[in-house]
């Protein structure tokens, strides 16, 4: 039996993950750098210093932790004036929705992101109230594909077993994250993207939701 659902925040319940490409994609202009959506696909899930270190290496670059910090937080500014204008037409369609009958069930639920800007989100939609427990990137020590994120959700939720926990995740390396934790997952988006995921939805009507509690499957 599914008891706790735990969601990714960007591109699972709001379409924040377009923001980070044109936050990078700001960046890396005004570097010179070569940046597209498809090398922005590998960053999805994976902590902002990573995310910077995956676009040097694709275009070869070395810098010191000093220019590296600036550039992070160079990204980190683009991205915090986007969210500024952030509204309700952002969030992902269904999701609210689905995260609400899902609590309708009893059942719990967690975010769990690895965005150090994710409170600032919630806060902004007012859908901080729709989850038992929150963890951001501000309590990890270790990014996807690493299982600590989704641990700590557990954790959070009253030491809640990894087998009646699903997940859900727009990113490759959180369905790694996921299943390493030996949780149910389940990916969000295209599923050409998700290689590693059993089962994708593109909307939230497609979850079955009594199938799911019952085995972990979508339908
Ligand atoms: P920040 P998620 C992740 O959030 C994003 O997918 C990823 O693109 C971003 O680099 C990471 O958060 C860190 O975000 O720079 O705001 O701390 O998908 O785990 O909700
Ligand atoms: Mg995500």
Redesign the pocket.
């Known amino acids: 039996m599914i008891r706790s659902f735990i969601f ?5 319940i709001v379409f924040t ?1 377009r923001y ?1 490409y044109l936050g990078w994609k700001e960046l890396a202009d005004e570097e010179g750098w070569r940046f597209d959506q498809t090398l922005n696909h590998q ?6 210093m990573q ?1 910077l270190q995956i676009i040097l290496d694709h275009n070869g670059l070395e810098f010191t932790s000093q220019q590296k910090d600036e550039f992070a937080a160079r990204k ?1 500014r683009y ?1 915090q004036a986007l969210l500024d204008g952030i509204s309700t037409d952002d969030l992902y369609p269904g999701a609210v929705e689905f995260v609400g009958r899902v609590r309708s069930r009893g059942l719990r639920t967690a975010l769990g ?6 409170d600032r989100v919630l806060k902004a939609l007012e859908i901080d109230v729709l989850f038992d427990a929150v963890v951001t ?1 501000h309590d990890l020590t270790r990014t ?1 594909p690493d299982p600590q994120i989704f641990q700590l959700c557990a954790q959070r939720l009253g030491d809640a077993p990894p087998d009646e926990c699903v997940v859900f995740e ?2 490759e390396s ?1 369905i790694e994250a996921a299943l390493a934790a030996g949780m149910h997952a389940v990916g969000v988006g295209d599923a050409a993207q998700l290689p590693n995921a059993e089962q994708v939805i593109s909307e939230y009507t497609e979850i079955d939701l009594d199938t799911l509690i019952e085995s972990g499957r979508i339908r």
């Open positions: 990714d925040l960007d591109g699972v993950d980070h960053l999805r899930g994976v902590s902002r995310s980190n991205y992101s690895s965005s150090r800007n994710a990137g996807k727009d990113a959180g």
